[in-house]
Structures are given as structure tokens and as C-alpha cells.
């Protein structure tokens, strides 16, 4: 079976950081962009961040400057390093990958179960 498991959430004060991993497993041929998504309370899912297979990334303006996205294609894994973290980047956070896996190659859009990050004092 072909998943995404995430890792790396929890609770932390505003101004501080947390580093969120994601990691493919499963038989997978090739992965192609990978990225991040939030969904907090009452708002619908958004863009964070993402990186293609080439390592050129793109970031909501929201987090620009603060988060940086990255990836391990050794391990397939994608990362979310969160500095300088805000009250209003609570949410749960959502990793998403594009890969190729079998039968016959087939396209496969994974998304992880979801990690909690809440920003308080």
C-alpha cells in the first residue's frame, strides 16, 4: 500500500519553530512535486509550500521568509521547517505528493492522514 505518514507536529509558543517530515512508502516508481497544505478551523485547505522533483519550490506569501520546504529523494521525504511561528499558522497540516506506482505505472496523488500544529502561549 502506498501512503504518506506525517511526523513532527505538536504544540509550540508563538516565535518559536517545528519542523514537520513526511515520508512515501510503499512500491513507488518515481515522485514528482510534493508539498504542504494547512487546514484550520473553519477555513478551507491551503497552499503552503511545494518543491518539484528539481527542487524548485514556491511558498504562500503567507509564510514566505519563515518556512522553508525540502526534500530527501534517498528517503522520499518530503520536510516543512516552520520558523517564527505565528498564532494564525495553527492547523492541521497536510502533505501531498504526485507518484508513479504499480500496476502498469499508474499516477497516484497521495495525501498524509494530517499533524496538528497549534501556535500559544
Known amino acids: 500500500q502506498v501512503q504518506l505518514v506525517e511526523s513532527g507536529g505538536g504544540l509550540v509558543q508563538p516565535g518559536g519553530s517545528l519542523r514537520l517530515s513526511c515520508a512515501a512508502s510503499?512500491?513507488?516508481?518515481?515522485?514528482?512535486?510534493m508539498g504542504w497544505y494547512r487546514q484550520a478551523p473553519g477555513k478551507q485547505r491551503e497552499l503552503v509550500a511545494t518543491?518539484?522533483?528539481?527542487?524548485?519550490?514556491n511558498y504562500a506569501d503567507s509564510v514566505k521568509g519563515r518556512f522553508t520546504i525540502s526534500r530527501d529523494n534517498a528517503k522520499n521525504t518530503v520536510y516543512l521547517q516552520m520558523d517564527s511561528l505565528r498564532p494564525e499558522d495553527t492547523a492541521v497540516y497536510y502533505c501531498?505528493?504526485?507518484?508513479?506506482?504499480?500496476?502498469?505505472?499508474?499516477?497516484?496523488?497521495?495525501w498524509g492522514q494530517g499533524t496538528l500544529v497549534t501556535v500559544s502561549s
Open positions: 518543491i518539484t522533483s528539481g527542487d524548485n519550490t
Open positions: 510503499g512500491t513507488i516508481f518515481r515522485i514528482y512535486a
Open positions: 501531498n505528493a504526485g507518484v508513479r506506482s504499480e500496476p502498469g505505472w499508474r499516477y497516484l496523488e497521495l
